[in-house]
């Protein structure tokens, strides 16, 4: 009876050579997927342009009291209202009830109100009137410090992160 001697024997294996194919197997795997995940992760930082909007700087000097000058940021129009000593006496000594929140709280300077100019309910952007701004399309109405005082509005306009550069110049947004 005729035998292939090939299949007679068994085959054995090296332990030690099993393990280095693994961990060399691994190893090669882990780099492949680091190097795919980095220009994926990378891809998801803000492009130059994006970074280019981050911030504002805004010269307020030339806003006169008891003026509003509208801004973009990001954008999103931002109103820098110059406000009289009568209108923050009345914006410190009132109190709405639908997003309570003190005026001292929402200002860093008593005379400069800085505010992203758009309607907490859909986002319309409200006109100015001398109470405050007043939504257009759903009626939300706004005082002077900008917070709700009446409509389907549920918060108060957003006071968007900012800086006194100095005693004329703001910068909104954060630095990156």
Sequence with gaps: ??????????????????DFLGITTTVVGAVGVCGAAVPFISSMNPSKDVKAKATSLVDIASIPLGKTHIVEWQGKPVFIMHRTPETIAAMQASQPDLDPQSDKDRVQK???????????????????TKDGWICPCHGSLYDNSGRVTRGPAP???????YEFVDDHTIIIGKVV
């Design 1 to 18: 009876m005729a035998t292939d001697k090939g299949f007679e024997q068994p085959i054995h294996f090296d332990s030690e050579r099993r």
């Design 110 to 128: 008593a005379e400069w109100l800085v505010v992203v100019g758009l309607c907490t309910h859909l986002g319309c952007v409200p006109n100015q």
């Design 155 to 161: 918060t108060n306009l957003e006071v968007p992160y």
